[in-house]
């Protein structure tokens, strides 16, 4: 089993949408949690972090759930400019390395 | 305002070859990683350091070597190529004070024939 994973799509849906992923992590000691976009053919950029209570950034929120070992982004009012692929990322507890672990991405095309 | 550089882009390398990839980031930053990204697995730590004159192992090292010889600089190497190493190849660096934010490079395309 994977630590991190992903639904990868595609997850096709209009504008205006609201679209949520999930993304699941084995490691239960896992501390620290993120969502990254990446772009086709670029390299991944930080999108959020993900607190114990949750966060909002304008149309983005992302939750945890430590108890199912989940971590959720919600995207609402998608725009094109939504489409990527959205990778969950996790930081083991006390990774001297601050080594981070990759889901393999969802794939999001947002489509007029 | 670099942020973290990676060279070259692009190689296309014989069976056997070697080469070496360099990242330089102009942040400051004690961590650097290599990752490598291929369809359908995400990206992998390949090796890490974790500040000048230390490197260790991540999940898929084998076929690489690193270096970390001055700061600002992470040299990844493959002293023999195999077709299995294409793949593109990803540098990044992070503060090292708890969990934050990695910077990547805009990565190297790499294709072993």
């Known amino acids: 089993r994977k630590e991190v994973e992903q639904d990868p799509g595609p997850f096709n849906v209009p504008e205006g949408a609201t679209v949520a992923f999930n993304c699941t992590y084995s490691n239960s000691a896992s501390q620290s949690f993120f969502w990254y976009r990446q772009d086709c053919r670029k390299e991944p950029k930080l999108l959020m972090s993900?607190?114990?209570s949750g966060n909002e950034d304008g149309r983005f929120t992302a939750q945890l759930n430590r108890a199912s070992q989940y971590i959720s982004l919600l995207i609402r009012d998608s725009k094109l400019s939504d489409s990527a692929t959205y990778l969950c990322v996790v930081i083991p507890y006390n990774n001297a390395g601050n080594m981070l672990t990759f889901g393999g991405g969802t794939r999001l095309m947002v489509k007029p | 305002n670099a942020g973290v550089t990676q060279t070259p882009k692009f190689r296309v390398l014989k069976t056997g070859q070697s080469m070496t990839l360099l990242c330089a980031q102009d942040m400051n930053h004690e961590y650097m990683y290599w990752y490598r990204q291929d369809p359908g697995m995400g990206l992998r730590l390949i090796h890490y350091s974790v500040g000048e004159g230390t490197t260790a192992k991540g999940e898929v090292p084998d076929g690489y070597n690193v270096s970390r010889l001055k700061k600002q600089n992470f040299l990844l190497g493959l002293e023999s190529a195999a077709p299995s190493q294409t793949s593109v190849y990803f540098c990044?660096?992070?503060?090292?004070?708890?969990?934050?934010?990695?910077?990547f490079g805009q990565g190297t395309r790499l294709t072993v024939v």
């Open positions: 993900v607190y114990s």
């Open positions: 990044a660096s992070s503060y090292s004070q708890g969990p934050t934010e990695a910077f």
